[in-house]
């Protein structure tokens, strides 16, 4: 009854934001992680469907997003380090790249016309995506997080943090939901 919580100031919010995106995306790697080891120790497939769904459905657009809400708040503060938004895209191009690959992979090993051999080389080519994308992805959001620090530190020293609070909110929500539905994705899998 005590109605909307007080919204933080300054710091706090910036912090909150931070431990937002951070949680999200820990999230996010986990479920990668997950259903990457479980696709590959899965001889019959069963979870290939759920990796191919949370990559598409889930990944993606939470890139798009990004991008769509938080490249130009990068830009503005970069002068310093031209390009840094630019190395985020192409991050989420090679991200998107690798999905599409494990895409065609998954395809492939489903086939029921597949030979043994061929399903056994798809299998390590999948193996070895499924790595990459997973150390490629871990990276990104590593480096993905010090620049959205950078960026709300020079909003917040230029008191105009609202603005990214505001970008950041529509991107990862309040915090208190989790849209992306990871632990949902992942069925479970740790």
């Known amino acids: 009854m005590g109605g909307p919580e007080p919204r933080p100031s300054g ?29 590959v120790a899965d001889a019959e497939g069963v979870y290939s469907l759920q990796l191919s769904g949370f990559l598409r459905h889930k990944l993606l657009p939470h890139m798009h997003r990004e991008e769509h809400h938080l490249c130009d708040l990068v830009d503005g503060i970069t002068e310093q380090n031209p390009g840094v938004a630019a190395t985020m895209v192409i991050d989420h191009q090679l991200v998107e790249s690798q999905v599409g690959s494990i895409g065609e992979r998954l395809r492939t090993a489903a086939l029921e016309n597949a030979q043994d051999s061929e399903r056994r080389g798809v299998h390590r080519e999948l193996e070895t995506l499924l790595a990459q994308l997973n150390a490629v992805f871990g990276l990104h959001l590593r480096r993905e997080e010090q620049v959205y620090l950078m960026a709300f530190n020079h909003y917040a020293r230029r008191g105009i943090g609202s603005e990214i609070r505001l970008r950041m909110q529509r991107e990862h929500g309040d915090g208190k939901t989790d849209n992306l539905s990871t632990d949902a994705a992942a069925g479970g899998i740790s």
């Open 11 to 39: 710091d706090r919010a910036m912090n909150q934001m931070i431990e937002t995106i951070q949680d999200r995306h820990q999230k996010i790697l986990r479920a990668v992680n997950a259903l990457s080891r479980a696709v």
